[in-house]
């Protein structure tokens, strides 16, 4: 799938404006609509901001989905992608959310696009057990459904505010706010069954 | 579970804690944005014409439909104006035939009559002779009269027959049979009506399922 499909579908956010022009001239508000505003104007500098204030939101999302290795690769194409497509964005004041779909949907396509994996070679898995506990952790995280389990990612792994995920994904305050209960309460009971074994 | 540090790390929960500590080996190590070398790709919105072309397309396929039904009213009266002179015409032929024929007969026996009967007869012979011929002549006239209702009554049936073949001509005066051509002409007509309405039909259709079509998802408002 290439970056302008799995933009393309984004792109009924721009749909309701008569023209461009409307949507150059919609009131920036937020610090993140006027980095959008400088980064169509072609502001590298503003783009090196924006890929600072988001990084970690889209680490996180991608890291729900899959493995570690991988998930700086793809926050990469993410931006990347985010960058030739930012005229495409309806509303510079909710680009955290349009960033967010783009990184799930990155996320599809690299499980699309991925070869048969082979088994770690013996030194690496001993590597591996060191974070086992964390590792067990962030596969039950991910067993989790998708609106928890970005939530706690981003919560416990990138470690931001509950006002932090609602601003940068587009969420609402109380989304958040049940996400984050709910997700930890099916957390809890699913390390406990486990810790019982 | 201490909600409130679950939400803005405010208060303490030992367990939240113990999973932040563990899970901090996958957070996101800063790193430099990439090199984006790729030119911003320019997006064209679709403008709000698109819509307009279709009603101007929905009625351009109206105005032809109407163009098609003027034309086809216009060759059927037509067909009715040709067909009713036509008929008078012949009604008036046949009747004008039909009463030179009788005044002939009566004519020529008068003629006759007047020839055989001679000086021999006198006055009241010719009075007799001319009371048998204005006899005869009442009695012909009535016969002729008889026969021209006849003939009126076979034309108007004859008419009608015709009108039933006509579905759409509904006149007072029924028109005579359409040739072969117009007939065929009249059919392609039709057809072509037939074939606008059923276009304008799909059109209709297309613009009333467009208008439907909410244009942003909801899911999206939520960041999905």
Do not use: C
Not at chain 2, 14 to 42: D, Q, S
Not at chain 2, 114 to 130: A, C, M, P, R, Y
Not at chain 2, 158 to 179: E, F, G, Q, V, Y
């Amino acid at each position: 799938m290439s970056e302008n499909k799995i933009t393309g579908n984004l792109f009924y956010f721009a749909r309701g404006a008569a023209n461009a022009d409307v949507l150059r001239a919609a009131p920036a508000g937020k610090p993140e609509a006027r980095l959008v505003e400088r980064i169509r104007a072609g502001d590298r500098e503003a783009f090196g901001e924006f890929y600072k204030r988001f990084a970690p939101t889209i680490h996180g999302i991608v890291l729900a989905r899959v493995p570690r290795s991988e998930a700086d690769d793809i926050v990469q194409n993410v931006f990347v992608a985010a960058y030739k497509n930012i005229n495409a964005v309806r509303d510079p004041n909710n680009v955290g959310a349009w960033l967010a779909q783009i990184a799930r949907n990155q996320s599809i396509e690299y499980f699309r696009a991925r070869k048969p994996t082979e088994d770690l070679p013996e030194e690496l898995r001993e590597k591996d057990n060191r974070n086992h506990e964390a590792s067990e952790i962030l596969t039950i995280i991910r067993a989790l459904p998708d609106a928890y389990r970005e939530t706690l990612i981003l919560r416990l792994v990138e470690g931001m505010t509950g006002a932090e995920i609602a601003e940068r994904t587009g969420l609402t305050n109380d989304s958040v706010r049940v996400n984050l209960h709910r997700g930890m309460k099916m957390l809890r009971e699913k390390i406990g069954a486990g810790e019982k074994r | 579970m201490n909600e409130d540090y679950l939400w803005d790390k405010t208060g303490g929960d030992p367990e939240i804690e113990r999973l932040e500590n563990a899970l901090a080996a996958f957070r996101y190590r800063e790193t430099a944005a990439p090199a984006v070398e790729a030119k911003v790709l320019p997006f064209k919105a679709k403008p709000a014409r698109f819509q307009f072309f279709r009603f101007k397309y929905a009625a351009a396929s109206l105005a032809f439909a109407a163009l098609v039904f003027a034309v086809s009213l216009q060759f059927s009266s037509d067909e009715t104006n040709v067909e009713n002179e036509s008929a008078q015409a012949l009604k008036s032929e046949q009747i004008a035939s039909i009463e030179s024929g009788s005044g002939n007969r009566i004519e020529s026996n008068v003629t006759n009559r007047n020839d055989s009967s001679g000086e021999k007869s006198g006055v009241s012979t010719i009075e007799k002779s001319n009371d048998l011929t204005a006899k005869t002549l009442k009695n012909r006239q009535r016969s002729s009269e008889r026969q021209i209702v006849k003939i009126k009554t076979e034309i108007s049936t004859n008419n009608r027959r015709s009108d039933a073949k006509l579905p759409t001509t509904k006149h007072a005066d029924a028109p005579a049979k359409l040739t072969d051509e117009e007939r065929f002409a009249y059919k392609q007509l039709m057809l072509a009506l037939s074939v606008t309405g059923s276009k304008l039909q799909i059109v209709k259709d297309k613009a009333q399922s467009t208008d439907e079509k909410p244009i942003v998802k909801t899911a999206m408002k939520d960041g999905r």
